[in-house]
């Protein structure tokens, strides 16, 4: 079976500091990796994903996330964040398991940036 | 604008009351999921479907059922709300069933149910 762990519910920052949100995973089969995030008040969007060859992929908007194999990790990180980053950010394993090949969700990251 | 639209936007129902949640995507996506989503909890898989004419379960499957009768729509029936089921429901759609395939969601509909 597979899981997901969002060590942070909350993470309060000011603008321009950098910013970790940390996830953990279990499986013992081969994942793929995805942050997605939720502004207030909306669905869920697409942020970054890792799917195989550069453990390291980025987003549009600065994110990054490193893909850890050997600490199943898949962290995301912004080395200045804005105030518009505030939003649920949410780390998803998929692969296959029993139900079909849908995510699995972390409980969500409260990301709160103030000035 | 092509994506995944819900309706409704948000409902309080009675408890014991039946209530269908609507989901219709213009991708033409083979898979499509209904997923609820409670504080502290994530977002949790009710049912899925990886292309017309079948369905699966998910997670929290129960007092929930769903049907796929073409590609486009996926509604999802709660056949007599308990207030348990008060959550914010998000429907979501993905090309295919493989596990990298992004999924896009929908807006959701917040359900309370007294």
């Known amino acids: 079976a597979q899981s997901v762990t969002q060590l942070d519910s909350q993470v309060p920052v000011f603008e321009e500091a950098p910013v970790e949100l940390r996830c953990n995973y279990s499986?013992?089969?081969?994942?793929?990796l995805f942050w997605y995030v939720q502004y207030p008040n909306q669905g869920l969007q697409l942020l970054l994903k890792?799917?195989?060859?550069?453990?390291l992929v980025e987003s549009i908007n600065g994110f990054e996330a490193e893909f850890n194999k050997s600490q199943t990790s898949f962290h995301l990180r912004k080395p200045s964040v804005h105030i518009s980053d505030t939003a649920e950010y949410f780390c998803?394993?998929?692969?296959?398991?029993?139900?079909?090949?849908?995510?699995?969700f972390g409980k969500g990251t409260t990301l709160s940036v103030s000035s | 604008i092509a994506g995944i639209t819900q309706a409704p936007t948000s409902q309080i129902l009675a408890a014991g009351r039946r209530m269908t949640l609507r989901c219709t995507q213009d991708m033409r996506h083979n898979a499509m999921y209904w997923y609820r989503q409670d504080l502290g909890l994530g977002l949790r898989l009710i049912h899925y479907s990886n292309t017309a004419g079948t369905t699966g379960k998910g997670e929290v499957p129960d007092g929930y059922s769903v049907s796929r009768a073409n590609t486009d729509d996926f509604p999802l029936t709660l056949a007599s709300a308990v207030p348990s089921q008060t959550s914010v429901y998000f429907c979501a759609s993905s090309e295919g069933e493989g596990g990298w395939n992004e999924q896009f969601f929908g807006p959701g509909t917040r359900l309370t149910v007294l």
């Open positions: 998803a394993v998929s692969g296959l398991h029993q139900a079909g090949t849908a995510l699995i």
């Open positions: 499986s013992s089969v081969s994942v793929y």
């Open positions: 890792y799917l195989s060859g550069s453990t």
